[in-house]
């Protein structure tokens, strides 16, 4: 008797029947990737171009120890303080200072080469908020930094940056953590009111656990009418990715924070 095929499961076309569930205000577009981390199967809803707002700051800080690991050093304890406030709060003026030490545009796209991001570039040199990416390539560098395989940065440096995405400040616990069972989550999120238009970019990116088996998650979307409501989106997003691995299992502790204004 010839063997029975297993069934191909195509896994962007359940996350795009999942994401009719998710509501988008009109002019507003979300994109997102998720990778279940047990079985390597991974999902991509949208192509488009997003600004990256803050979540560059992982970019960023990844580029920083990919340089330092090719130097040989340690990072200094300057830039260990910028890269605690960068990435714990958020803060800006420590994103700048870091995005000068790493050559700012050019020394990303660099980074990025080797990292696996083939749709990422850079902003321009006086601010990396305007960064363009893909949910898929944010996925790609969730991997990197998750500690795949093949990961340019070493166990020092992944268990560096991945220990500050578990510390965010609590007004910041929002996005991607939406599905996490208690703090298992580790992320960074982004927020940018465009001033043309008034309009908000909010993306989040990370890994959680959920139902007791983790995920990295990416979510990008922008066109949002205020901060409230593309945070509703993006961890509406989150859900619909997550329950394309979850179906069948009971479903996780919904975990949803709530945003603080920032």
């Known amino acids: 008797m010839e ?21 988008v205000e009109d002019g507003a577009a979300v994109s997102v990737a998720v990778l279940d981390l047990d079985s390597g199967a991974s999902a991509v ?6 600004d990256t707002a803050s979540i560059v700051k992982v970019d ?26 960068m990435i714990e709060y958020s803060d800006n003026t420590a994103a700048s200072a870091l995005w000068r030490t790493i050559g700012r545009a050019e020394g990303l796209d660099s980074a990025n080469g080797r990292l696996g991001l083939t749709d990422t570039a850079g ?23 998750f500690g795949a395989a093949d990961s340019e940065l070493n166990a020092d440096s992944r268990a560096y940056l991945t220990g500050l995405m578990g510390q965010v400040a609590a007004d910041q616990r929002w996005g991607v953590s939406a599905v996490a069972d208690g703090s298992s989550w580790a992320l960074k999120n982004g927020w940018l009111p465009r001033t043309a238009t008034g309009l908000w970019d909010i993306n ?39 329950s394309v691995f979850t179906a069948g299992r009971a479903s996780p502790a919904p975990g949803a924070m709530t945003p603080a204004a920032s």
């Not at 989040?204 to 901060?227: E, H, P, Q």
């Open 3 to 23: 063997p029975v095929a297993e069934p191909t499961v195509n896994h962007d076309a359940l996350l795009a029947d999942a994401m009719k569930t998710v509501r």
């Open 45 to 50: 809803y949208g192509d488009g171009g997003f």
């Open 60 to 85: 960023i800080l990844a580029a920083l120890l990919l340089q330092a690991q090719d130097a040989g050093r340690e990072l200094t304890a300057a830039e260990r303080s910028y890269a605690v406030d």
């Open 123 to 145: 902003g321009n040199d006086m601010y990396w908020g305007l960064t363009q990416t893909t949910a898929a390539d944010q996925l790609a560098l969730l991997r990197q930094v």
């Open 204 to 242: 989040s990116i990370g890994r959680v656990t959920a139902d007791g088996n983790g995920y990295l998650v990416a979510v990008l979307s922008d066109g949002n009418s205020t901060k409230q409501q593309g945070v509703a989106l993006v961890e509406a997003a989150t859900r619909a990715a997550v």
